[in-house]
């Protein structure tokens, strides 16, 4: 085996202190906090976006609802179709009819990202199909 040199990196040696210099306070370093990016929104655009909120939800309970009644007259029971096909239709249909109606009640729809279409349609699947069942009965 060889002997490690003094200035070897890796050997490691406490350092030494003295009494007063023990005895003082360690010094914090104060680091800049990171800034968020996140713009602050003011109280009008807050209301704006929970009555826009609001207006999209029912928007879209009354679209639910409206395809429930109309495939319940067209359908019936729908034994005779495929279920699937018929929620293609409903999904797709409903999709322009809302690009149809959101810019005349001053709704931005190029706001809208995937999260929000979504949220729409499944909003119109959900009442479309408690709808039909409710007929159904």
């Known amino acids: 085996m060889s002997k490690q040199n003094p200035k070897s990196k890796y050997r490691k040696e406490p350092a030494k202190t003295t009494g007063r210099a023990a005895e003082k306070p360690v010094a914090k370093v104060e680091t800049p906090e990171k ?3 996140i713009k ?7 209301r704006k976006e929970h009555r826009d ?4 939800t029912v928007v ?7 395809a ?4 319940f007259s067209l359908y019936g029971t729908g034994e005779d179709r495929q279920w699937y096909a ?4 409903v999904i797709g249909l409903t999709y322009f009819i809302q690009k149809l109606i ?6 931005d729809i190029k706001e809208f990202k995937f999260k929000d279409w979504f949220y729409v349609e499944f909003v119109i699947i959900d009442f479309f199909l ?3 069942t409710l007929l159904l009965n």
């Open 60 to 66: 879209a309970a009354v679209l639910g609802i409206i």
């Open 40 to 46: 602050e929104r003011t109280p009008e655009e807050k």
């Open 53 to 56: 909120g609001i207006i999209k």
């Open 86 to 89: 018929i929620l293609m239709i």
């Open 68 to 71: 429930g009644v109309i495939c």
């Open 35 to 37: 800034k968020s990016f």
């Open 130 to 132: 408690v709808t039909w």
């Open 102 to 107: 959101y810019p005349p009640i001053k709704i």
